[in-house]
């Protein structure tokens, strides 16, 4: 078991590896990978069991995650080398041609690690619906999880997938959203309003957590919290406020680092700030 | 003309809710999904006897396909069914990335499929359905002639593994095929063999092209008929040595020129044997209510339309 201060070290590294793998091809979303960089690592480090040394599509047995907004695959990346499920030098390839780690997460180049496509908006959700189904029809008590973004959540099929994960019990899943106010166009609230997503999700049947994405002290208590909570009926939403950007002093905050790579001297500005901790890749 | 029996008259959707059950029996894995429309797609056996092993999802097609690609993560092999439009057009990018660029084992099963829908009208008769399936890498399409064979389908799609999309309809027609005959994905069958002209026809045509066998023997005419049930792997081999033999090609189908099995023939012969060809399809338009056989006529999707392109197509052999 992973202490929260090795826990921080780890996210140090994996913002290193963000900064650094969309610095190398001028592309990539940095700003809600280094946003959600805490909660990838308690998950993948602290929650999840999973077996990263051998991928099993099925999973069986497994606690799976599905990354809804698939363009924060920088963190997703990271995260899964690190964790073991490939070598964390195949992080130089993102995004080059002929690579496993597409600017997207796909399995059809069979990363380990990667169960579904993602990138098109508002998908996850069923999806990870799907796999959480065949959890109860396997007898596998394990849970499925899922990330989508905020902006995400305008998407239709979100509220498609959210009315029938209440009405049909799908009690093993734990859904978590990354409430960082921001998309491509501005902040949510300038673009399209998401409203109260709280009271929105407990209309739709959902119990409703609420945390803090930066702290991974609170993170490892939520998620936790929802295993314990879960199998009483009804889904879990957990309601994750981020800081996109977070780590990275001038990416802070702001959604022009949504989809943006730094230079080169905004890279040593950002590595500067988050220690090398297991090793650049 | 060989002399070709009717078995009895039956919808092709029952073929696919008989199949659905029977492969449910055999194959634990099989589970049924489908979006307000069970009665429709003929899933009422399948759900009666596996309760549990099927999803109503309501009427929320890009969600049921989302769930069913869940489902193959945990070694399921799901069905969908709703009608072909909401099969297709409506969830086009839910199959895009979360089916086939996943290369999830989902089997994507559409009815009322093209104009013998009938008084619904055109915003339910697909007919661009083949063409949106068959330009997705990997997807399997498939559109069986009648009962038996769409039976025959749905068995052999839930043991194939990849996405595949399975297209049926919804009228009583003609079942002329083999009961509990075996269905070979990519294979064309030759219901008869004849020398002038090459007829593929697939689904609801193939027994009007039948009918048109007829009308041509009596003119003199010997006409080849193949039923082109994979519109995806295409019979490559079978195509070009019908084509080969008879040196003219008519293609028939419920489904635009635009993107269906003609425009699939005339590319491959197009790189590998350029033939005169005629194609019985719908001509770059919408449906409309009426009668399936009235529209079947108006469109020109019939016996006597696939006679007067076989007669043209012969007139331009050189």
Not at chain 1, 227 to 248: A, F, W
Request: include cysteine; hydrophobic fraction near 40%.
């Amino acid at each position: 078991m992973k202490t929260l201060e090795e826990l921080n070290a780890i996210s140090s590294q994996v913002r290193r590896d963000i900064v650094r793998m969309v610095h190398a091809v001028n592309s990539g979303h940095p700003g809600a990978s280094l946003g959600c960089t805490e909660f990838f690592v308690s998950l993948y480090f602290k929650v999840l069991q999973h077996n990263s040394k051998k991928f099993e599509m099925d999973g069986i047995g497994e606690d799976l995650f599905f990354l809804s907004n698939g363009h924060i695959s920088p963190v997703f990346y990271s995260v899964l080398a690190r964790s073991g499920y490939f070598a964390v030098e195949e992080l130089n390839t993102f995004r080059k041609i002929n690579t496993r780690l597409q600017g997207h997460p796909t399995t059809h180049e069979h990363l380990p690690g990667v169960r579904m496509s993602s990138g098109s908006l508002g998908q996850g959700m069923s999806v990870a619906i799907g796999a959480a189904l065949a959890k109860k029809q396997n007898n596998d008590d394990r849970w499925v999880f899922s990330l989508h973004g905020d902006g995400e959540l305008q998407e239709g099929q979100i509220w498609e997938a959210a009315m029938f994960a209440s009405a049909k019990n799908v009690d093993n899943l734990i859904s978590t959203i990354d409430v960082n106010g921001q998309q491509i166009d501005g902040s949510t609230k300038q673009v399209l309003d998401l409203g109260n997503l709280r009271l929105k999700f407990e209309a739709f049947g959902w119990l409703v957590l609420e945390c803090d994405g930066n702290n991974l002290a609170d993170l490892n208590s939520t998620l936790d919290g929802a295993k314990e909570k879960s199998k009483n009926g009804k889904p879990i939403c957990i309601l994750m406020k981020t800081n996109m950007g977070n780590g990275v002093d001038f990416m802070m905050g702001s959604h022009k680092w949504h989809g943006v790579a730094p230079n080169d001297e905004q890279l040593k500005v950002a590595l500067a700030q988050n220690e090398e901790t297991l090793g650049d890749y | 003309m060989k002399n070709i029996e009717i078995l009895n008259k039956k919808d092709t959707r029952s073929g696919f809710g008989e199949g659905l059950l029977e492969i449910g029996r055999s194959n634990p894995k099989v589970i049924a999904l489908c979006a307000d429309l069970v009665g429709s797609l003929k899933m009422d056996a399948f759900i009666k006897e596996f309760p549990s092993r099927f999803y109503q999802v309501g009427i929320a097609e890009a969600n049921m396909m989302g769930i069913a690609a869940g489902l193959t993560v945990g070694g399921y092999v799901p069905f969908t069914g709703t009608f072909a439009n909401f099969s297709t057009g409506r969830v086009y990018d839910q199959i895009r990335q979360s089916i086939a660029y996943s290369n999830k084992n989902v089997k994507i099963c559409a009815s009322h499929a093209g104009l013998t829908l009938g008084e619904d009208g055109a915003t339910h008769q697909i007919l661009e359905d083949l063409g949106l399936m068959k330009m997705l890498p990997g997807m399997t399409v498939i559109n069986p002639c009648d009962f038996n064979q769409t039976k025959a389908a749905t068995i052999a799609i839930a043991e194939h593994v990849g996405p595949v999309y399975l297209r049926f309809g919804r009228p009583v027609v003609p079942n002329f095929t083999l009961p509990n005959q075996k269905f070979e994905i990519g294979k064309a069958w030759t219901i008869n063999e004849g020398s002038d002209v090459s007829i593929f026809a697939t689904g609801h045509l193939v027994w009007k092209a039948i009918e048109a066998g007829y009308i041509l023997a009596e003119k003199g005419i010997s006409a080849e008929i193949i039923n082109i049930h994979t519109i995806k792997p295409l019979d490559n081999a079978a195509i070009l040595n019908s084509a080969r033999k008879t040196g003219c090609v008519v293609t028939a189908e419920e489904h635009q020129k635009n993107g269906g099995l003609g425009d699939s023939i005339a590319q491959l012969l197009a790189e590998n044997l350029p033939s005169p060809l005629e194609m019985v399809a719908v001509n770059d338009s919408f449906g409309e209510s009426g009668t399936p056989d009235q529209l079947m006529e108006k469109y020109g999707l019939n016996a006597a339309a696939i006679v007067d392109a076989s007669m043209r197509v012969i007139s331009r052999k050189k």
